[in-house]
């Protein structure tokens, strides 16, 4: 009896080893809609090895994610733009889409500034080197959909 019961654990666990292997999900902005996509590792080890190739950067490269935390009050949203790029050029002069970007709030402008309508600047215009994260808190109503817009790579 405790043989077999050993062995449908066992059984149990490879089966579900098995089924987790070969998938890898994470949030990966889309312009038009935040989705969230499970990718197989290959698909995600030939991209990061075709940026290491190629050494180009593209705006899929610059992750941007946001949540809430969670206080009384206005909420507090919390903000993190990263430069996923592996090569050794850096972007600069990254805008986002951010509508009427406010806050209740301030945030450091030299980190995250609204410039215009729906164009919002981030780090001040400088280079986000590569694993760089950018951090910031803004308080509101509500969550304010932000979206790569545009950047310089080398």
Known sequence: MMNTVHLFFYFLIVII????????????????????VALKPE?????????????????????????RYPTPGIPKYIVQIVNTCVSGC????????????????????RTFKRLSFDDCLVNGGQPLKSSQSIRFTYANSFMYPLQFKSADFC
């Open 43 to 67: 698909f995600a080890y030939l991209n990061h090895r075709k940026l290491m190739l190629h050494g180009v950067c593209t705006k899929w490269d610059i992750s941007i994610s946001q949540s």
């Open 17 to 36: 080893v098995l089924c987790n292997i070969g998938f890898y999900s994470g949030n990966f902005s889309n312009e038009d809609e935040n989705t969230t």
């Open 90 to 109: 850096a972007p600069s002069n990254i805008h986002l889409h951010c509508g009427w970007f406010a806050s209740a709030r301030i945030v450091n402008p």
